[in-house]
């Protein structure tokens, strides 16, 4: 779920968190309605990668809850980036933290994912750039993911981090493809190809460039507006309801075991170095 990454993400994750500059007060997330069609383009907009800070994390949260009360069917997720769909957890966030500011954070992250995961409406991930580790769990939560299929990577690489991803995280992965295959990307840290997640499930479709991404997202959103909404809602519910009660049912502990990992001196000092590691590379 953080924001760590191969050698040769990291160059063009660097690369772009020296380009230019930003206006802070500009929205983390739009939301571009179509009334008619009951249908929403939620774009991840928070320079340079759309890492997910607390505040991120809350407003993902409370747009997706928005956008439940207004009735909508379905919503595809995107980013205004053209090489990052979400980089994951801000890792400053982690980075001696108080133990108040860490529970606090991990449980808006519990309540994203519970959020996106158990929503009734149809969610659409529109992948066109880098998805590691959090902006993994992204798509993994959605109903349909689509990716460009270029020199991007994603996975659940929490493991470089000397962090093994909780239950929650894990089961996302081994419900995308098969458990051997997981628990060695998990164990390894690895990053897939787009080709390499199409054929492991990770992903639903490719498209050759970004310029067919959203008409094809579209394309699937329709597909799945074709079946009745309350017939979608009790079928999607009825397979994913069991994993949302079930971490409902330890959210306590996860936080408990985050908080116990995340302070531990160990775990500061390869976050701390990872964080010179990125501070030196961006003064090149």
């Not at 890492?51 to 919503?75: A, H, P, W």
């Not at 996106?116 to 992948?127: C, G």
């Not at 295959?181 to 897939?192: G, N, V, W």
Request: contains cysteine; glycine residues 6%; proline residues 4%.
């Amino acid at each position: 779920m953080f924001l760590k990454f191969a050698p040769k993400l990291n160059g063009e994750l660097n690369h772009l968190c020296k380009l230019g500059t930003y206006n802070c007060s500009r929205n983390l997330v739009s939301v571009i309605q179509d009334e008619k069609r009951g249908t929403a383009r939620v774009v991840l907009q928070k320079p340079p990668v759309n890492s997910l800070n607390l505040e991120m994390l809350q407003k993902l949260t409370s747009t997706i809850k928005d956008l439940e009360g207004k009735k909508l069917r379905g919503i595809i997720i995107t980013s205004d980036s053209p090489k990052v769909f979400c980089a994951g957890l801000d890792i400053t966030e982690l980075y001696k933290p108080s133990e108040e500011k860490l529970r606090v954070f991990w449980r808006a992250f519990q309540t994203l994912w519970k959020t996106l995961y158990s929503t009734p409406l149809i969610t659409i991930a529109a992948v066109n750039g880098h998805a590691p580790a959090g902006g993994c769990v992204m798509l993994l939560s959605c109903d349909h993911s689509i990716m460009v299929n270029s020199d991007f990577r994603l996975g659940l690489n929490e493991s470089l981090l000397g962090f093994a991803a909780p239950k929650w995280v894990r089961l996302l992965l081994v419900n995308a493809c098969r458990t051997r295959a997981a628990e060695h990307a998990l164990k390894t840290s690895k990053l897939f190809t787009p080709k390499e997640a199409l054929d492991f499930g990770i992903v639903d479709e490719l498209v050759d460039s970004s310029s067919d991404l959203l008409p094809k997202a579209e394309e699937a959103l329709d597909q799945f507006l074709k079946v009745p909404g309350l017939a979608f809602q009790k079928e999607k519910l009825s397979v994913r309801k069991p994993f949302v009660d079930d971490l409902i049912s330890y959210e306590d502990q996860d936080v408990d075991n985050i908080v116990k990992v995340f302070l531990q001196d160990e775990t500061q000092n390869i976050i701390g170095k990872y964080l010179e590691n990125l501070k030196g590379k961006k003064k090149k």
